[in-house]
């Protein structure tokens, strides 16, 4: 079950990175695993700056 929040998705690529760690990983698995990672930290990167923008949006309006 993956969920959508940037928590979330950070906690998600420390497991796959840990996996990436493992020697006794294969190379597909391996492959995998990074493309798994790099999506959820490029997921993590845009929900980040989407609050940023809207932190930027609210301090605008103060």
Do not use: W
């Not at 969920?3 to 996996?19: G, H, I, P, R």
């Not at 790099?38 to 605008?60: F, R, V, Y």
Request: no cysteine.
């Amino acid at each position: 079950m993956k969920s959508d929040n940037f928590e979330s998705k950070l906690e998600s690529a420390k497991v796959t990175l840990d996996k990436l760690m493992n020697p006794e990983i294969t190379l597909e698995e391996s492959m995998t695993a990074y493309k798994d990672g790099m999506k959820e930290l490029n997921d993590a990167q845009k929900l980040l700056e989407k609050a940023q923008e809207s932190m930027a949006k609210i301090a605008g309006k103060s």
